[in-house]
Nanobody, 120 residues
Framework: VQLQAPGGGLVQPGESLRLSCKAS????????MAWYRQAPGKQRELVAR????????AWYADSVKERFAISRDSDNTAYLQVGSLKPEDTAIYYC??????????????WGQGTLVTVSS
């Protein structure tokens, strides 16, 4: 299974952006999807995660509640809608999927990371 996450870029404070992450491969089931971020000089942190396969619920870090929204489509793509961006949201954003395959069981996979810079 491979995750590809294009997108990111430079945006001004208050603007919005949508990040995407598509899983590809054969015969897999996505259990959960998540987005992490790592700001310069800081540890990677979880910002949003779907609760479990088949559930519409999601968890968000307090710092992004009401501004970020995680979703998925039927084509194994995760999205993170990021709104009302602040300079402190500047970070490399990583998608993560917990994926089940018959050969490996449930394993975490990571996208390559995409840089979001919020600056005027």
């Amino acid at each position: 299974v491979q995750l590809q996450a294009p997108g990111g870029g430079l945006v001004q404070p208050g603007e919005s952006l949508r990040l995407s992450c598509k899983a590809s491969g054969n015969n897999f089931i996505i259990n959960t999807m998540a987005w992490y971020r790592q700001a310069p000089g800081k540890q990677r942190e979880l910002v949003a995660r779907t609760i479990r396969r088949g559930s519409p619920g999601a968890w968000y870090a307090d710092s992004v509640k009401e501004r970020f929204a995680i979703s998925r489509d039927s084509d194994n793509t995760a999205y993170l809608q990021v709104g009302s961006l602040k300079p402190e949201d500047t970070a490399i954003y990583y998608c993560n999927m917990n994926v089940y395959t018959a050969s490996r069981g449930s394993v975490d996979y990571w996208g390559q990371g995409t840089l979001v810079t919020v600056s005027s």
